[in-house]
Each structure stands twice: as C-alpha cells, then as structure tokens.
C-alpha cells in the first residue's frame, strides 16, 4: 500500500508539474495543441492524399470539432515535406488542375508513433483526473 500510495503521489506531481510548464492555449475547448500534426500523418498513413482531400477527411472523420484552417494544413504539409516527415509529387489527373500528392515516410512513421505514445499518456492523465473526479463529485 506504501508503494502505491508513493506511485499515486508521483504521478500526481508529475501530472502537476506537466500542467504549470506547458503551454496554455487559452481555449475554451481544451484543444490539445498541434492535434493537426498527428491526424494528417494518421490521415497519410491510411491512404496518400492531396491537401484539399486531408482538409475534408480531418473533418469528416471526426478527428476535429472543427473545421480546420486550410492554411495551416498547407503549412504543416510544408514543414512535414521540409523534415522528411512527407514527400510529394504531383499527380495529372484527365479533368483539372495538376494535384500535389503527399505521402508519409518512414519519418514521418516514426513521428506518428511518438505521437500516438504522447496521446495515450495524454489519455491516461485524463483517466486519472476523471477516477478522481468521480470519486469527489
């Protein structure tokens, strides 16, 4: 029981002092910070895609509970091609424009695994904080 009691303690100031450095986002929604990065890696990952078709697959498949900035996404997109994370080439199709196609790579693998292990620690503090809310309400 010391042990555990020792453990608990631990996590709570752990968890404690995660909370006072992050950085706050002022949102009323609790919206985790750069959520976009990982969704469009996720997104990649299922199936290579152009920047247009991400923004409607971030919405449509409810990993936002908003519609997502166009700009940013293309910004990431950017970035992520930047760092390796993603490379593009550009897709002719019969009818339209010339299309950008991203697709991930192996870094970008291994960043989307970081992220996921980043989320479930995220979900298991917010586990904690709602066993214990459920014990006090």
Same mark, same amino acid.
């Given at each position: 029981i010391f042990y555990m009691q020792l453990t /608990? +303690? /631990? *996590? *709570?100031l752990r968890r404690q002092f995660m909370i006072d450095t992050a950085v706050k986002c002022g949102c009323p929604s609790g919206r985790t910070p +750069?959520?976009?990065q990982p969704c469009i890696l996720l997104l990649l990952k299922i199936k290579q895609s152009y920047g247009y078709e991400i923004i409607e697959n971030l919405s449509k498949g409810c990993y936002l509970e908003t519609q997502p900035d166009?700009?940013?996404? /293309? +910004? *990431?997109?950017?970035?992520?091609e930047k760092e390796k994370f993603v490379k593009s080439n550009w897709a002719a199709e019969e009818k339209g424009p010339a299309k950008r196609v991203y697709k991930i790579t192996a870094a970008g693998n291994k960043l989307l695994d970081q992220w996921a292990k980043s989320i479930l620690e995220k979900r298991d503090s917010l586990n904690i904080f709602l066993a214990n809310y459920e014990k006090v309400k």
């Open positions: /608990y +303690r /631990y *996590i *709570i +750069r959520f976009l166009a700009g940013a996404v /293309y +910004r *990431i997109l950017r970035k992520f």
